[in-house]
Each structure stands twice: as C-alpha cells, then as structure tokens.
DNA sequence: AACCAGGTTGACG
DNA sequence: CGTCAACATGGT
C-alpha cells in the first residue's frame, strides 16, 4: 500500500485495492460509473471523483492528503492489511480462487443509518432497482449539494408518512423505512451503540426494526459498522455454502468472514 | 408471460 | 419449533 500526493489529487498504489470491484460488488449502491473506470459519489458530505488507472493505481482527484487521510483512507479501509486475510483464506480451495478474482475488494466503513436504510430496501429486491429507489430518496428528501444529492438523515425521513414516500416506488419497504427512521431519530435505537455491542446482542437489537431479519442485520453489521464477523447469507451465499460447503464453512474463516463472503459473493456472481 | 431479485412477515400446523 | 404464501415493483 503507497499513498502519495500528486498534481491536484492522491495516487493510491496497492495490490488489494480495486476501485471497480469494490465499488460494485453489491455492498453500497450510490456511487456512479460512466466507463467503469471513473467512479463518483458521496461519504457523508464528501464527493468522491476517483480513477482506476490500472489493476494496481487508483487516482483520487480533486482532494489533497490532509482530506484523504481523514476521510478516504478510514472510508476505504487502506490501514487494514487485506494480504493477511487472503494468507488464511488461500487455505481452502474455494476461497483461494475468489481471493484470486475479487481481491481487489475492501470492506467500506460506510454510514450507519444509510447502510440500514439500504439494506431494508435491498430486501427481495435486485441491485440495479435497490440503486433507482435509494437515488430517487436522495433526490427527494436529500439536501442537495454542488454536486448532487446527499443522503437523508433519518430525522427528514422520520417526520413522512407511507404516501410521501410513493415517489420512492419502494413497493412494501415503505412502511419499514419509515420504522426504522423512526426509531433512530427517537433514540429508541443508538446507532453509534452497535460498534461495540457483542454481536449477538446487535443482531437482536437491530432486529426490532420492522423489515430487518437476520440477513438485512449482518449487511448492516458488516457495511456499516465494519464488524468483520458478520456473515450475510442471501440466496446467492447460500448457493456457495451447499455447493462448495456441504461439510460446514471453514472455522479458521470465520473471524473475517465478511470479507470472506464479500469475495466469493462476487466471485460466484461474476466468474465466466 | 412467467420468473427472479443481496428477505421478512404473519398465519397456520 | 418449521413451513409458506404474500408482499410491490421492475429487470430479464
């Protein structure tokens, strides 16, 4: 991993960074790409404009290293050693080709609220669908910025009801949206507590949100609050662990076993 | 035109 | 406890 300054913007150098695949396997949905190359979108209230320039390279324009190292670099997880995940993941077989294929793939420490709301819609839904109505809540109740819309706080989306959410055409989410914005702006749920919550008490805790089951929980534990243990299955999970792991998935995985599944969740939906 | 999508809920055995 | 239809909507 190098990070250095250059004309105007920050060159990331690293053999476990790929902008592409990390900003499109599945795990956010409001960063745009013309040529999947280019990337832009928003943490928080900071524009990213970045440019995979190789396998290796990455160039984050429009930013000097003082703004990287705060935001990027915790946002893109670049203080983590990947290398020593896929040292103990090269030890199956399974494993060891999706390190080979997605290893360019990092866990993003992404905003809890919008990582929950996320992933309430992302329910019995497909990707590019989840991006239309996670975009079209920006655009409605986000605060518009130079360039573009930011994510509502719960706080905006907590004073509507199920008729002024209809623009969103989020179908039956609506309604837990809405519960989930609720009870976050009204404390009722700390969002800040589940950083350090054991695991199992934060998977019941954001369970009493109304649309979030045991899949949409560990998605959220995972992107959200950057717990490497949660382990998301969803259906295409689920054909990896009968299909390669009909004896049990290796323990010796487990303890990073989000970025485990994060690999092989675009391995097995990507390859060939 | 069916079938599926990074599932969850509530009803029923 | 486990099973299962229903859920809104749009892409393939």
């Not at 900003?23 to 404009?49: M, P």
């Not at 990455?58 to 946002?75: A, P």
């Amino acid at each position: 991993m190098d990070i250095k300054e250059t004309n105007g913007g920050v060159l990331v150098t690293s053999d476990c960074f790929d902008l592409a695949d990390t900003l499109d396997c599945g795990q956010c949905f409001r960063f745009e790409s013309e040529d999947n190359l280019t990337f832009k979108g928003f943490y928080k209230s900071h524009f990213l404009n970045a440019t995979k320039l190789s396998d290796t390279e990455t160039l984050f324009h429009n930013t000097d290293i003082k703004t990287f190292n705060e935001v990027w670099r915790q946002f893109f997880d670049f203080d983590t050693d990947y290398d020593a995940f896929k040292e103990v993941f090269k030890k199956d077989e399974t494993l060891s080709k999706a390190c080979d294929f997605a290893g360019g793939i990092r866990i993003l420490k992404q905003e809890p609220w919008e990582t929950l709301c996320s992933f309430i819609i992302s329910q019995n839904n497909n990707i590019p669908r989840i991006k239309g109505i996670i975009s079209r809540l920006c655009e409605n109740f986000g605060e518009k910025c130079e360039n573009g819309y930011l994510f509502p706080s719960a706080e905006r989306i907590a004073k509507l009801n199920v008729e002024d959410l209809a623009p969103l055409r989020s179908g039956f989410r609506a309604k837990y949206i809405l519960d989930a914005a609720k009870k976050v702006a009204n404390k009722e749920l700390v969002l800040d507590t589940l950083y350090t919550m054991p695991i199992d008490e934060a998977r019941k805790t954001l369970m009493s949100i109304k649309g979030v089951g045991p899949k949409v929980a560990e998605c959220t534990l995972l992107f959200g609050f950057y717990r490497l243990e949660a382990f998301p299955v969803d259906t295409w999970i689920k054909k990896v662990l009968t299909e390669y792991y009909p004896d049990g998935f290796p323990g010796y995985a487990r303890e990073h076993g989000g970025v485990a599944q994060q690999y092989l969740f675009h391995y097995i939906r990507n390859k060939k």
